[in-house]
């Protein structure tokens, strides 16, 4: 059974990612079924949404053959699920996707081009049998919410519950390591904002409010995997419905030492023999908060932590605001997770918007999407090494 790493007892005062994270168990009374990260019940339809691969080299019945040819997006749901995470899953290139390739590369000792040029695509041909998207049924315990509008001012966000999803497309979108636009794209539904007055986004029934999608419809979705979970294997009962809602399987390669590059823009997770086990784009530092170079190691790992807002620690934030605890829940300012390091007040942590990892600056620590930030989470353990490089 995996550890539970509860090491945030007390408040930190964090002048690095400029807040604290209190890990108690009130949070697991505060939060409602539907909360999603945060919340201590587990979501019953979660299997029906899980990836279901035929054996290596099976070919594909012509059911499970996509309905269009989508290449780069094929090799990003493999890279993804290999651990050499292409960020959002889009099909489209950018930074993200390059660093997955380079990392596959090293990994596998190709030329390091950072395309998908043939020799990559020869390499990754041994999953040429896992499509680049699946059609799944919205499980009704997933779909249920509540979905509710977060409000801007930290104040109103610490009377909430939780820091939830704010519609069932973000929550589906996180499952599938993609972006909302991408499931809309799939399944042929117009953005809400450009859908006719009065009126559904396309033929099917009403949408849950302010989504595209509903409890008991079938989509199409990004064909990420390695999602498989053993229930018995996940001691900390918030931290399995977080693997649930974010598609990340409880069973991960175990992590040595990580590396995280300033220049790169990347997180490098090594085993113990330094083999490259996973890549991921990450944002660190801004000119304000400098990312910390150097060697550091990890303390532990909080699931799910409230946030401590200090306005006086921001430089982008007005002194006036006050103070203020912050609920756990996805779209909180770190996300579901925090990897706390030896570096006072420094740490590596999910976000709540992963289409801007590698795109916008941090408050000095290491941003992950939720999905890479989870399953990192669960490859390290306390005394894991990591390097800060330039």
């Known amino acids: 059974m995996r550890p539970i790493w509860l090491l945030l007892t007390v408040s930190l005062a964090l002048s690095g990612c400029n807040f604290s994270v209190n890990d108690d168990k009130s949070r697991q009374t505060q939060a409602r079924p539907g909360d999603g990260a945060a919340s201590g019940q587990p979501f019953a339809g979660s299997a029906v ?19 269009v040819p989508r290449p780069l997006m094929q090799a990003q749901v493999v890279l993804d699920r290999l651990g050499f995470t292409p960020g959002v899953v889009d099909g489209k290139p950018g930074l993200s996707t390059r660093n997955a390739l380079l990392g596959f590369q090293e990994a596998n000792g190709l030329p390091l081009s950072g395309e998908l040029d043939a020799a990559t695509q020869q390499a990754l041909a041994r999953w040429s049998n896992i499509p680049a998207t699946r059609v799944v049924t919205i499980p009704a315990d997933f779909a249920a919410g509540p979905f509710v509008a977060l409000p801007k001012d930290a104040a109103q966000q610490a009377k909430l519950p939780a820091l939830g999803y704010e519609s069932l497309d973000e929550k589906l979108a996180e499952r599938f390591h993609t972006t909302v636009a991408t499931l809309q794209m799939l ?24 989504s595209s999608f509903q409890a008991d419809r079938k989509i199409r979705v990004p064909n990420v995997g390695a999602d498989q979970i053993d229930a018995g294997s996940v001691s900390d009962p918030t931290w399995l419905p977080t693997l649930q809602t974010l598609g990340i399987g409880s069973q991960q390669a175990k992590a ?68 203020q605890l912050l609920p756990p829940g996805p779209n909180g300012p770190v996300g579901v997770v925090w990897i706390d390091l ?20 941090s408050h000095g620590c290491v ?23 330039a």
């Open 49 to 67: 949404m899980a990836a279901h691969d035929l054996a290596q080299g099976q070919a594909l019945p012509p059911e499970m053959v996509d309905n």
């Open 187 to 210: 399944n042929d539904v117009l953005p809400l904002a450009s859908a006719p007055a009065g009126s559904p986004s396309n033929a099917s029934a009403a949408p849950t409010s302010g």
């Open 256 to 323: 040595a030492s990580i590396v995280v590059s300033k220049s790169k823009g990347t997180l490098k997770v090594y085993d113990s023999g330094d083999k490259l086990i996973g890549l991921y784009t990450a944002t660190m530092g801004s000119e304000h908060d400098p990312l910390p170079l150097g060697n550091w190691k990890i303390n532990g790992v909080s699931h799910n932590p409230k946030f401590h807002y200090n306005p006086k620690l921001f430089w982008d934030v007005s002194d006036s605001s006050s103070k």
């Open 342 to 361: 030896n570096k006072p007040h420094y740490g590596i942590h999910g976000t709540p918007n992963p289409e801007t990892i590698g795109r916008a600056q």
């Open 367 to 389: 941003r992950l999407t939720n999905w890479d930030a989870a399953r990192l989470a669960q490859m390290v353990s306390p005394g894991t090494k990591v390097r800060f490089e």
